[in-house]
C-alpha cells in the first residue's frame, strides 16, 4: 500500500496504512462474537432430534416420532411448542439489537460486545440446568438478547477496524466465526448423543458457555475503534489508535476525513428519523431487503434442522447427525473461498454466482425428494446411493450461500452506511435478519408437513428474485474506504436520483464511470 493519500485507479481515495499485525489478531478476536451465533443454529436442530431431550421437553413429539407409524414423514416433528423452543431466541434478538444501536453509538463497540457475551453466558446456564420447558425458554430469550448485542456490533467494529483494501475478508472474519460455530456444534451435537444416560443435550446446550466466554474476555481486551472514539469526541487518542491500527504516520487524510463524518452526523439529532429521508433510501432499502432475502436463501431450513431434515427423508439419527457435520464443514471451507475472493473478485460476483447455484440445487432437491417421498412422505427403503444424491446437493447448495449470501449478507449493510446513521441502520439490518429468522424458524415445520419438498422451490423462487435484485440494485463496494461510501450511491444509474451531490459534501467527486453497476 502507498504511503500517501489521493484519488486510486478505480476513483476512490487511497488512504496510507498497511495490514498490521495488531490490526489482524485484534480483527480475528473480534470476529469471534461470531461463535455464539453459530454454535446455537447448529446446537438447536441436533438437540431436538435427540430422543431423551424429545422425551424430557416434547413427549408429543417423541410419540410422533416412534409410536405413530401413520404420521407423515414430513410432520413427525410439527409442534409449535418445539418450533418456539428454537425460534423465541431470534424475537429475543430482534428487540435486543434496537436497544444496542444507543449503546453502541453512545458508549462504543466493546461494550455491545461485553454485554452480549454476558448475556449469553447466563442463558447458557439456565439452558444446561433446565428442568422444565419453562427454563428453556428463559434461557433461549436471553441468548437471544446476547446474539442482538453481538450481530450488532461486531459487524460494525470488523468494518471500521479493517484498512479498506481488505475490509471485505476481515469482515467475513464474523461469518467464517458463525460457520466454525455451527460445525463445532454439529461435532459435539454426534458425540453427546451417544452418551449413555440421555444427559448429553445439557452439554450440547451448556457447551454454550464457551464462544460465551470467548467473547466477554475477547471484549474486554480489545482496543475501541478511532470512528468510536471521534463519535465520542476523544480525537486525540482516535488519531493515536489510527496510527497504531494503520501501522504508518500518515494518517492526517483519513483522520480528517473521518472527523469530517462525526460532525455531520452530530448535526443528526434523530438518527432513527433520518434513515427515512430522501437521501438514505438506498442505504434503508439494502438494510430490509439484504436481510430479508438471506433469511429467504432456505439456508437456516437447513441449518437450523439439518439433523431433524435428514432424519424426515430417511437417514437414522446417527446418519442425520454425521450429515449435519458434512454439510457443517462445507460450510466452513465456502465461507474461507469467499476471504480470498471478495476483495479480489467483488461482492457482485459472489452473489450472483452463489444465487446461480442455489437455485440449481434447490431444484434437483425439490425433485430428488418428490420422486422418493411424493405425497405421503413414505420413501419405503431409500437406497444409499439416493441419500448421498441429495446430500451431496445440499452440500453444494451450501458452499454456494457460504460464499455469497451468508458472508456478504452481514458485510454489504456494515459496510455501506455513513457515520450519522450507522448504529441505526445496522439494528435496523440486525432486526429484520432476526425477524424472518424466527419468522421461517417458526413456520418452517409446519411448512414442510404442508408443502413437503415443494418448500425447496418456494425457498428457489426467493432465491431467483433476490439474484435479480442484486444485478439491478447493488453497486460493487469493493475497495471504497467506508467514509467514502456516498459515492458509490451517486454513480448508481438508479439511486444517484435520491442522493444529491451535496449529500456527501466531505467527500472528493467521484466519475460517474469509477463505479460501474457491473
Not at 438506498?282 to 433469511?295: N, S, V
Amino acid at each position: 500500500m502507498p504511503a500517501v493519500g489521493g484519488i486510486g485507479p478505480g476513483g476512490g481515495k487511497e488512504y496510507p496504512g498497511n495490514l498490521t499485525p495488531f490490526v489482524t489478531v485484534t480483527c480475528i478476536v473480534a470476529a469471534m462474537g461470531g461463535l455464539i451465533f453459530g454454535y446455537d443454529i447448529g446446537i438447536s436442530g441436533g438437540v431436538t432430534s435427540m430422543d431423551p431431550f424429545l422425551k424430557k421437553f416434547f413427549m408429543s413429539v417423541y410419540r410422533k416420532k416412534h409410536n405413530d407409524k401413520t404420521t407423515n414423514q414430513y410432520c413427525q416433528y410439527d409442534s409449535q411448542t418445539l418450533t418456539m423452543f428454537t425460534s423465541s431466541l431470534y424475537l429475543a434478538a430482534l428487540l435486543s439489537s434496537l436497544v444496542a444501536s444507543t449503546i453502541t453509538r453512545k458508549f462504543g463497540r466493546k461494550l455491545s460486545m461485553l454485554f452480549g457475551g454476558l448475556l449469553f453466558l447466563i442463558g447458557a446456564l439456565i439452558n444446561g440446568f433446565a428442568q422444565a420447558i419453562w427454563m428453556l425458554i428463559v434461557g433461549r430469550i436471553l441468548l437471544g438478547f446476547g446474539i442482538g448485542f453481538a450481530n450488532q456490533s461486531v459487524p460494525l467494529y470488523l468494518s471500521e477496524m479493517a484498512p479498506y483494501k481488505y475490509r471485505g475478508a476481515l469482515n467475513i472474519g464474523f461469518q467464517l466465526s458463525i460457520t466454525v460455530g455451527i460445525l463445532v456444534a454439529n461435532v459435539l451435537n454426534y458425540f453427546f448423543a451417544k452418551i449413555k444416560g440421555g444427559w448429553g443435550w445439557r452439554l450440547s446446550l451448556g457447551g454454550a458457555m464457551v464462544p460465551a466466554l470467548i467473547i466477554t474476555i475477547g471484549s474486554l481486551v480489545l482496543p475501541d475503534t478511532p470512528n468510536s472514539m471521534i463519535e465520542r469526541g476523544d480525537h486525540e487518542k482516535a488519531r493515536q489508535q489510527l496510527r497504531k491500527v494503520r501501522g504508518v504516520e500518515d494518517i492526517d487524510e483519513e483522520f480528517n476525513d473521518l472527523i469530517a463524518a462525526s460532525e455531520e452526523s452530530k448535526k443528526v439529532e434523530h438518527p432513527w428519523r433520518n434513515l427515512l429521508q430522501h437521501k438514505y433510501r438506498p442505504h434503508l432499502t439494502m438494510a430490509i431487503m439484504i436481510p430479508f432475502f438471506q433469511q429467504f436463501t432456505g439456508i437456516n431450513v437447513i441449518m437450523f434442522y439439518a439433523p431433524v431434515l435428514f432424519g424426515s427423508i430417511g437417514f437414522k439419527d446417527d446418519s442425520a447427525l454425521m450429515s449435519a457435520v458434512i454439510t457443517g464443514v462445507v460450510n466452513v471451507a465456502a465461507t474461507v473461498v469467499s476471504i480470498y475472493g471478495v476483495d479480489k473478485w467483488g461482492r457482485r460476483a459472489l452473489f450472483l454466482e452463489g444465487g446461480a447455484q442455489m437455485i440449481i440445487c434447490q431444484a434437483v432437491v425439490a425433485a430428488a425428494i418428490g420422486a422418493k417421498f411424493g405425497i405421503d412422505g413414505n420413501p419405503g427403503d431409500l437406497p444409499k446411493w439416493y441419500a448421498i444424491v441429495v446430500v451431496m446437493f445440499i452440500c453444494i447448495y451450501v458452499a454456494g450461500f457460504a460464499w455469497s449470501w451468508g458472508p456478504l449478507g452481514w458485510l454489504v449493510p456494515s459496510e455501506i452506511f455513513p457515520l450519522e446513521i450507522r448504529s441505526a441502520a445496522q439494528s435496523i439490518n440486525v432486526s429484520v435478519n432476526m425477524l424472518f429468522t424466527f419468522f421461517v424458524a417458526q413456520i418452517f415445520l409446519t411448512m414442510l408437513c404442508h408443502m413437503k419438498f415443494g418448500l425447496f422451490i418456494f425457498f428457489g423462487f426467493f432465491v431467483v428474485i433476490m439474484t435479480i435484485f442484486i444485478y439491478f440494485f447493488l453497486p460493487e463496494t469493493k475497495g471504497i474506504p467506508i467514509e467514502e461510501m456516498g459515492k458509490v450511491w451517486k454513480a448508481h444509474p438508479y439511486w444517484s436520483k435520491f442522493v444529491e451531490n451535496d449529500d456527501y459534501g466531505h467527500e472528493v467527486e467521484l466519475n460517474k464511470g469509477a463505479v460501474k453497476n457491473v
